[in-house]
Each structure stands twice: as structure tokens, then as C-alpha cells.
């Protein structure tokens, strides 16, 4: 499967524990966005890189969210000290900027925050 | 108010019948529009890219208002596998990249 991976798929966590989430982008794209999706609601943009550098990021990444790439390959998400509200889905996508620049999502990583 | 709306539903139809859903989104800084599709617990897939002179793939029918700021999708000869959420999706350029601003989604269950 050449598409987008997340890992893990599903995280319970304590409230105040730390979580760090996994994206693996498709190979050739140079571009990687993070979403946060809520029940009922679409994905909200939390970030995004081009190749290793963090170009933008949502007034909604608190200072508890860090997100890297280091190497401008797979990216990671961290939580610190996990609130009940963090519970969601967090997808990523990637695009590359030829063509139309469709994003692809993964499947994200469902997180549930007791 | 939400930079995209979307009428939530549920549309409730029977297969075979002609559903359309509406959009409106507020930033005028929008260049670009996608109708997403989301099974239930499943990613986001893009449906079709919306373009000012109307669009169609096959049963799907994308249109966008500029003027209005308002963007449509019709869905003929509805499928069992058409009932999933449809999100309505604004781009607009942001630095280098496309930061995409998606609706709420309108929930579509087509019948037996």
C-alpha cells in the first residue's frame, strides 16, 4: 500500500500523559498537513510542512502540540500533559505541489483522552 | 459563523433518486473547492475538484457561485455505496501550500 500511514490507529491515554502520533506521507510528497477531527465536524487544520520545515500553524496547536519532520520524510505529532478535549480523530495528509495538489489522507489516529 | 457551511442532514433517500446538496463559505479568499467524501470512520477522500463552469463525474455534478459564494453537488441514480458524509471544502493559498477549510459534512443514507 503506497498511501498515506498513520500509527497507531487508536491511543486511550490518562489525562496528563504525553502521546506522540506517526505519519508516513506518500513517498514522492514533498508536502504534510495535520488535521484535527471532532464528532460531527470536519478536519481542522492544525499544521503543515514543506519537506522539513514547519511553514504554518493553527492559532488551535496549543503550546502542549509540537509537530517535527525531520528529515522531510515521515512527521510526528506530540501532545504533552493530554486534556480531555484533545480526544479526536488526528489525520494527516500530504500533496505534492505539481498538478492539482490534491491532499491524501491517512486513516488516521483515533485518541481518546480518559 | 463558519467560514463553510453545509446543511448537516441527514438526507434520508431512496436508491435510484436525485439529491443535491448546498455550501456557502465566507472567505472570499477561497480560490478553490472540493467536495470530499468521509465513510464513517474512514479518512477523507476527495470526490471532485468544483470548478465556475460546472463539473461533472459520471452521476456527480459539482457547480460553483462565485458571485454568491455558493457551491453545490448533485448526485443522480443514488447508490446504496453513495451513503457516506460529504464535506464541502474551500482552498485558498496560504504561503507555498493550499490550506483547505472543510464544512461539517451533510450525512447522505441512500434506501433500499
Known amino acids: 500500500d503506497t498511501g498515506v500511514s498513520q500509527d497507531p490507529r487508536h491511543k486511550i491515554t490518562k489525562r496528563g500523559q504525553n502521546v506522540t502520533f506517526r505519519c508516513d506521507p506518500i513517498s514522492e510528497h514533498n508536502r504534510l498537513y495535520w488535521y484535527r477531527q471532532t464528532l460531527g465536524q470536519g478536519p481542522e487544520f492544525l499544521t503543515y510542512f514543506q519537506n522539513e520545515a514547519q511553514l504554518e500553524k493553527s492559532r488551535l496547536l496549543s503550546d502542549r502540540f509540537s509537530a517535527e519532520r525531520p528529515k522531510g520524510s515521515f512527521s510526528t505529532l506530540e501532545i504533552q500533559r493530554t486534556e480531555q478535549g484533545d480526544s479526536a480523530m488526528y489525520l494527516c495528509a500530504s500533496s505534492t505541489r505539481q498538478g492539482a495538489e490534491t491532499q491524501y489522507f491517512g486513516p488516521g489516529t483515533r485518541l481518546l483522552v480518559l | 459563523r463558519k467560514e463553510v457551511e453545509q446543511d448537516p442532514g441527514p438526507f434520508n433517500v431512496p436508491e435510484g433518486a436525485t439529491v443535491a446538496f448546498n455550501c456557502t463559505y465566507s472567505n472570499s479568499a477561497s480560490q478553490s473547492f472540493f467536495w470530499y467524501r468521509q465513510d464513517c470512520r474512514k479518512e477523507p477522500k476527495l470526490l471532485m475538484s468544483?470548478?465556475?463552469s460546472g463539473n461533472e463525474d459520471g452521476r456527480f455534478t459539482a457547480q460553483l457561485n462565485r458571485a454568491s459564494q455558493y457551491i453545490s453537488l448533485l448526485i443522480r441514480d443514488s447508490k446504496l455505496s453513495d451513503s457516506a458524509t460529504y464535506l464541502c471544502?474551500?482552498?485558498?493559498?496560504?504561503?507555498?501550500?493550499?490550506?483547505?477549510?472543510f464544512g461539517s459534512g451533510t450525512q447522505l443514507t441512500v434506501l433500499p
Open positions: 468544483v470548478y465556475s
Open positions: 471544502v474551500g482552498g485558498r493559498a496560504s504561503g507555498s501550500a493550499r490550506q483547505l477549510t
